[in-house]
């Protein structure tokens, strides 16, 4: 069985265990509350490009199994490190990726991954009521992953357009931190203004009526994020945070 979402899902790694979601199965599953999210990078869709940008950065990269771009937060600069690790952390912001966590779309259900620490019987919310209906916690991921699915496809166009008029230009990112630490990140791509103002009329205008130009510009005002980011951890490093 395949379970799919994304571009930039790794649901195929070893450990993953998906199975149909439903009631007669998982009628005791409970999805634990407060979960700790380790990711340093996690995919986003258009309509979080403004929520997003209040906090980190905005950047491309490649899937590494499809080589296709998608547009991601950075939440941390390094695998495991999470700078970010709570709404309240991002300024209320709940990236839709991380609130779906361990759900998937297949076909015209929903799968999910028995095999992650949020699911147990124990403690958390219910996904199934006395009833073996839907819960109210597994209706709203039922609606997150709607606006996920929904939200990939239009951002997937946005992208296209992008890689169509060549405004995808690659940026290497070269920090120093107090306790000696020099981190250099590679894979990561922005949009070039520059390439941006040499389009022609017609097709600066096909950008603008589509909302192409506004998320081209929240993205690169959202670079400025990147020092914010970097003095937090300097400051963590440093134990002043």
């Not at 939440?75 to 309240?88: D, I, N, R, T, V």
Request: glycine share 8%; proline share 3%.
């Amino acid at each position: 069985m395949s379970a799919s979402m994304t571009s930039s899902d790794t649901a195929a790694q070893s450990g993953t265990r998906f199975e149909m979601l439903n009631p007669q199965d998982h009628r005791k599953l409970r999805l634990a509350s407060g979960a700790k999210f380790d990711r340093h990078f996690v995919q986003i869709v258009a309509s979080e490009f403004t929520a997003a940008a209040a906090c980190c950065p905005i950047l491309l990269t490649k899937d590494s199994t499809t080589g296709n771009f998608y547009v991601g937060a950075m939440l941390g600069f390094k695998p495991g490190e999470c700078l970010l690790p709570s709404a309240s952390d991002r300024g209320g912001f709940q990236p839709l990726n991380l609130q779906r966590d361990g759900f998937f779309i297949s076909g015209q259900q929903i799968a999910i991954d028995v095999s992650n620490p949020r699911f147990n019987e124990l403690r958390g919310e219910s996904l199934f009521d006395e009833g073996e209906q839907p819960s109210a916690h597994l209706r709203h991921i039922q609606r997150v992953l709607g606006q996920l699915k929904e939200g990939l496809e239009s951002t997937d166009a946005f992208i296209g357009n992008l890689v169509k008029y060549k405004l995808v230009e690659q940026i290497d990112i070269a920090m120093n931190f107090d306790n000696g630490e020099r981190l250099e990140l590679k894979g990561l791509y922005t949009v070039s203004l520059d390439a941006l103002h040499a389009l022609p009329d017609h097709v600066a205008l096909e950008f603008f009526r589509r909302g192409d130009l506004q998320r081209i510009y929240i993205m690169n005002a959202s670079l400025t994020q990147i020092a914010v980011l970097a003095d937090k951890r300097n400051r963590l490093i440093l134990g002043s945070a």
